[in-house]
């Protein structure tokens, strides 16, 4: 759990993004994720200014991935933090050590960035069904047929 602390920690970023809690909730307050879900930016805050390493870590299980990253908390802090620039830290450090929270986010993501990677795109001519898209009319045929040809 330390270790992990000081990957968060030893970002460059980490400075930048947290600069002290007057614990005033304007964060929490706009924050749209709050509004949905047991998430309290200001909560991510507190525990890194008090250094909790447990906390942290705790939260790194499940509370960080509820952010939506939109950064209106940190666009309402009256002292500069990010708590969303903190949150995409330990993000990162969650991905770096192979956390199951991490595993568990991202598996849905496999199929698009394995597309990626074999196509250049997320999105392949074979994965269209013209019934999926009634919007794109006569259009849609355009895109059925052998992939190897529309390649």
Same mark, same amino acid.
């Given at each position: /759990?330390?270790?992990?602390y *000081?990957?968060?920690?030893? *970002? ?5 993004e ?6 005033? #909730?304007? @964060? ?13 930016p200001?909560?991510?805050? +507190?525990?890194?200014?008090? &250094?909790?390493?447990? !906390?942290?870590?705790?939260? /790194? !299980? ?6 939506? !990253?939109? $950064?209106?908390?940190? %666009?309402? @802090?009256?002292?500069?933090?990010s708590?969303? #620039? =903190?949150? %995409?830290? $330990? ?8 956390? !199951?929270?991490?595993? *568990?986010? =991202?598996?849905?993501? #496999?199929?698009? $960035? =394995? ?11 074979? $994965?269209? +069904? ?6 794109? #009319? ?5 895109? &059925?047929?052998? =992939?190897?040809?529309?390649?």
């Open positions: /759990m330390r270790e992990i *000081d990957d968060i920690r030893n *970002d460059f970023r980490y400075d930048h947290l600069n002290g809690c007057l614990n005033c #909730g304007v @964060c929490t307050a706009t924050c749209p994720a709050a509004h949905f879900y047991d998430f309290s200001r909560e991510i805050v +507190q525990l890194l200014w008090t &250094e909790n390493v447990e !906390q942290i870590y705790d939260a /790194m !299980q499940e509370k960080i991935w509820a952010c939506a !990253q939109c $950064m209106t908390c940190a %666009a309402r @802090c009256p002292f500069k933090n708590p969303g #620039g =903190l949150i %995409a830290i $330990m993000r990162e450090v969650s991905i770096k050590h192979g956390m !199951q929270s991490a595993k *568990d986010v =991202l598996r849905p993501f #496999g199929r698009v $960035m =394995l597309k990626l990677i074999t196509t250049g795109n997320q999105l392949s001519p074979d $994965m269209i +069904q013209p019934d999926h898209f009634p919007d794109w #009319g006569p259009n849609i045929q355009k895109v &059925e047929g052998d =992939l190897k040809i529309l390649r």
